[in-house]
Nanobody, 121 residues
């Protein structure tokens, strides 16, 4: 059974920080690109960041300079370090695995259940 389990979400004030984690199992983790997507209320799901097995990352323009994506291949774990958070970052954040180094939902093979991030002004 493939599982992607997110944790670390919560509520924080603007300019605060959070670190999200995603533990993967049930597939060959090191053969997949790993990424984060988010979905705000009333909006579609959008790509945030993606990383290959060697650590090369692509970030969405909206989070460049504020978020960092990383992965620990020995632990099958993906991270998203979020700093300087803004109210517009409020969304459900989803961990994802895919076979393409890109930020489109159509390239995702497996999805996590999501974790809520709420940023207050």
């Amino acid at each position: 059974q493939v599982q992607l389990v997110e944790s670390g979400g919560g509520s924080v004030q603007a300019e605060g920080s959070l670190r999200l984690s995603c533990v993967a199992s049930g597939f060959t983790y090191n053969n997949y690109y790993m990424g984060w997507f988010r979905q705000a209320p009333g909006k579609g799901r959008e790509g945030v960041a993606v990383i290959d097995s060697g650590g090369a990352a692509i970030l969405a323009d909206s989070v460049k300079g504020r978020f960092t994506i990383s992965r620990d291949n020995a632990k099958n774990t993906l991270y998203l370090q979020m700093t300087a958070l803004k109210p517009e970052d409020t969304a459900i954040y989803f961990c994802a695995a895919g076979r393409v180094h890109w930020l489109r939902t159509e390239h995702v093979t497996y999805w996590g259940q999501g974790t809520q991030v709420t940023v207050s002004s």
